[in-house]
């Protein structure tokens, strides 16, 4: 007998508008993201500035509405000045977190410029690692101002007239780990970002600051550190952030599938922690949360810790450059519909990254730009999850698993557009072996009708797309089903479905 699943929705049972930069990315000075990525001077389809104008045609169709910079473990001894002025004086620097030769040829002006052409706007990170408030000032000036004072001068003697007006600053990034060049007890960061944000809002009072938090849920100081972080930081900042890398780790494709669970309680963690500091504060300001690095991360790990021991100092190396396969994607389509039913209180989220660096694009030098697997689930979010987020009320059996236990076979998220036209159900039978008959109850949707349905079907988990030879990519079914305000569809096993209904003209 088939598998079912019944799911109901109503549209007057809301989770939250989404905010846009909910489907945000990040571009770091790491590897082949910047160089020999969205800048390859040269390449065929470079335009006058360097920049690769099909991977911009592949970032717009993404509609990415952030994308974080400079980093990343990499702005924790960046110095922004040796990447401002005239191209010539730029000076090359070593950089420890990768282990990387930094040439510099592209820095904020050039940042700013890419993004314009790429339809997106910039998330900039200071360096609290090896400098301070001091040099994010510096920074913020000659960024934000128009004012007729150092920084601000220099900015328009180096071409740029108008400010760039960055809204979103990251106060460094991931303080907590050992690994980070500057690295902070939570008191020290804590004293540190509320410090920093405080004279930031100072100069500019319309900027948001994201507090940095755990690099992920298994650090020895979770929770700990978002608890000080923010006992220290609260009134000064907007946003604490939370990172996580999704890894198989030699386990099943069930227990992958199963691992994104875990991403209610780390989300739903840091909130009450938020609202514990909020509590004690007596505080009118709620804390939301930024999502700013998720993605899966663990095929190149290993080469790549060897390569920066055996060769490091290069420039642009191949470095984490992950090739995504079946199961990754639907992983990631995990992730984003449990972003999407937190959207209440995660506002902003960047997959990390976009170019190259664990990325949905991948490049060849002086050849093609590619769509990975993982290019799918994020595009079809960031087109069809603008809106409304709905209650999701999900009726469905659950499978054993060998690490998680019993779960449940289908996660869904629905999306009333901002027009409220569309409606976007978004998805997953995470049992490996049985298809599943959705039932999907529309409450209040009269003069919706099924429109499309696109999804992404393997039979091979390990299947992986390259230049040329896009083996995994979305197809369109018709197999719907649909009367009564009810919509019937039979969801393949291991599959990521976006299922579209449109209201009548
Ligand atoms: O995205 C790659 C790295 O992962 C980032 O530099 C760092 O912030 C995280 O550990």
Same mark, same amino acid.
């Given at each position: 007998m088939t598998r079912k699943a019944r799911l109901i929705t109503d549209k007057d049972k809301t989770i939250s508008v989404i905010d846009d930069r909910l489907y945000g990315s990040f571009i770091e000075h790491l590897g082949r993201a910047v160089y020999d990525g969205i800048y390859e001077p040269g390449h065929p389809c470079a335009d006058e500035d360097g920049f690769r104008t099909d991977v911009i045609g592949l970032v717009k169709d993404l509609n990415v509405p952030v994308v974080r910079y400079p980093g990343g473990n990499f702005v924790s001894n960046y110095f922004w000045e040796d990447g401002v002025g005239p191209k010539e004086n730029r000076k090359k620097r070593l950089d420890l977190a990768w282990s990387t030769t930094e040439p510099n040829e592209v820095g904020i002006s050039e940042f700013v410029k890419w993004a314009k052409k790429a339809d997106t706007s910039v998330m900039m990170a200071v360096n609290l690692g090896t400098r301070?408030?001091?040099?994010?000032?510096?920074?913020?000036?000659?960024?934000?101002?128009?004012?007729?004072?150092?920084?601000?001068?220099?900015?328009?003697?180096?071409?740029?007239?108008?400010?760039?007006?960055?809204?979103?600053?990251? =106060?460094?990034?991931?303080? %907590?780990?050992?690994?980070? *060049?500057?690295?902070?007890? /939570?008191?020290?960061?804590?004293?540190?970002?509320?410090?920093?944000?405080?004279? =930031?809002?100072?100069?500019? %009072?319309?900027?948001?600051? *994201?507090?940095?938090?755990? /690099?992920?849920?298994?650090q020895p100081t979770f929770a700990t550190w978002e608890k000080e972080v923010l006992e220290q930081a609260y009134e000064y900042v907007d946003y604490i952030s939370l990172h996580q890398y999704f890894d198989k780790k030699d386990g099943t494709t069930e227990d992958f599938f199963a691992s994104i669970d875990n991403l209610d309680e780390f989300i739903n963690t840091i909130a009450s922690i938020c609202d514990d500091v909020k509590k004690a504060k007596n505080s009118d300001k709620t804390v939301y949360l930024s999502f700013d690095e998720w993605n899966c991360w663990y095929h190149t790990i290993a080469q790549d810790d060897e390569r920066m021991k055996n060769d490091p100092w290069g420039l642009a190396p191949h470095l984490l450059e992950d090739d995504y396969t079946f199961e990754d994607a639907v992983v990631n389509g995990l992730a984003l519909i449990k972003f999407i039913n937190h959207s209440d209180r995660v506002k902003i989220a960047c997959l990390?990254?976009?170019?190259?660096?664990?990325?949905?694009?991948?490049?060849?030098?002086?050849?093609?730009?590619?769509?990975?697997?993982?290019?799918?689930?994020?595009?079809h979010a960031s087109k069809y999850g603008r809106g409304t987020a709905l209650r999701a009320q999900i009726i469905t059996d659950t499978h054993n698993t060998v690490k998680h236990g019993e779960v449940t076979d289908v996660e869904a998220a629905v999306v009333l557009s901002k027009d409220e036209d569309?409606?976007?159900?978004?998805a997953v039978n995470r049992n490996v072996n049985e298809d599943i008959e959705l039932e999907v109850e529309l409450n209040?949707?009269?003069?919706?009708?099924?429109?499309?349905?696109?999804?992404?079907?393997?039979?091979?988990?390990?299947?992986?797309?390259?230049?040329?030879?896009?083996?995994?990519?979305?197809a369109d079914k018709t197999e719907i089903i649909f009367g009564n305000g009810v919509l019937k569809a039979t969801l393949k096993s291991s599959s990521w479905n976006v299922i579209v209904l449109r209201k009548a003209a």
């Open positions: 301070g408030t001091a040099d994010a000032l510096n920074l913020l000036e000659y960024c934000n101002l128009d004012t007729d004072s150092y920084y601000a001068n220099l900015r328009r003697e180096h071409g740029d007239e108008k400010p760039f007006g960055f809204k979103l600053w990251c =106060m460094g990034n991931e303080m %907590d780990g050992h690994w980070q *060049v500057g690295h902070k007890t /939570a008191y020290e960061y804590g004293r540190l970002a509320a410090e920093t944000a405080k004279a =930031m809002k100072m100069m500019d %009072d319309s900027i948001e600051c *994201v507090a940095c938090g755990s /690099a992920n849920i298994d990390a990254q976009l170019v190259n660096v664990i990325a949905p694009i991948r490049t060849e030098k002086e050849g093609p730009a590619w769509k990975q697997t993982i290019y799918y689930p994020y595009e569309l409606l976007t159900v978004f209040g949707f009269e003069g919706f009708t099924a429109a499309s349905w696109q999804a992404l079907e393997s039979d091979d988990m390990l299947l992986t797309n390259d230049a040329g030879n896009e083996r995994v990519k979305p």
